[in-house]
């Protein structure tokens, strides 16, 4: 556990005193409460989250789903849910893009014409091979750049922080088609992903951006070219439509 304004690591973050009753600890480095957001509920902590602020990342992240003092560095159950949600709704999302650009894309347009559980397999891969291009490559940057040895705090923090790109999902309920959606919104989750990485890591901006930009570069390799080139290869489609 650590101070969510300092970041010194602190043996407890509140004393109990009865079930209605307890006393916030005052970090010793700071002097000022070491996680305030202990007494906030749950939609404040996710409006900050939403604000980007540092302090709410760091209770998330640090006080509740991956705790200083857990030497193992596990997934907590919470992030695993999380995940796996994010990522459900992430394979709705590109089905429903993947249905408006059929017409322009006989890439897209062949996958649709498979049977329905076939079109599932296929955008629930690209969905996973996208989250793990980008966790694995922040990974192994952020080991070897700043020797960070806590990957899955790293991950929790950076899912959270991808969370922002189901977003579209609430435009799905009216009917639309702003190409350049799609666009903001993955600058939107690069922007808050580079927050993330300075909050977690302490790394600077520079170096944030050029992790996240390599992340990108990764992705787009991985499902863009790779993934769509077997796609292509398997369906016997000219590579390059």
């Not at 980008?134 to 922080?161: C, E, G, K, M, Q």
């Not at 009917?175 to 690069?190: L, N």
């Not at 922007?191 to 944030?208: K, M, Q, W």
Request: net charge positive; aromatic share 12%.
């Amino acid at each position: 556990m650590i101070c969510i304004e300092c970041t010194h690591e602190v043996s407890t973050l509140y004393t109990r005193y009865s079930p209605s009753n307890i006393r916030l600890t005052a970090c010793p480095n700071c002097n000022k409460f070491a996680d305030r957001y202990i007494e906030h509920d749950g939609v404040n902590v996710v409006i900050d989250l939403l604000l980007l602020k540092p302090q709410a990342y760091r209770h998330v992240v640090f006080n509740v789903l991956s705790p200083s003092n857990d030497p193992m560095d596990r997934l907590h159950s919470m992030t695993k849910k999380m995940w796996l949600l994010v990522t459900l709704f992430d394979v709705y999302l590109t089905w429903a893009r993947a249905e408006k650009s059929s017409r322009a894309n006989p890439l897209t347009g062949y996958i649709l014409s498979l049977p329905v559980l076939a079109q599932y397999i296929v955008f629930l891969v690209y969905c996973v091979l996208d989250t793990l291009a980008v966790h694995v490559s922040l990974r192994l940057l952020a080991w070897y750049w700043v020797h960070w040895t806590r990957p899955n705090t790293l991950s929790t923090a950076v899912l959270i922080a991808s969370s922002s790109k189901l977003f579209p999902i609430l435009m799905l309920i009216w009917s639309y088609d702003i190409p350049i959606a799609t666009k903001v919104v993955g600058w939107a989750v690069s922007f808050n992903i580079v927050e993330v990485l300075t909050t977690i890591l302490d790394c600077g901006y520079p170096r944030a951006v050029v992790m996240t930009g390599a992340a990108e570069l990764l992705k787009m390799f991985v499902c863009d070219y790779a993934f769509s080139r077997l796609i292509h290869w398997y369906a016997g489609l000219p590579w390059g439509h």
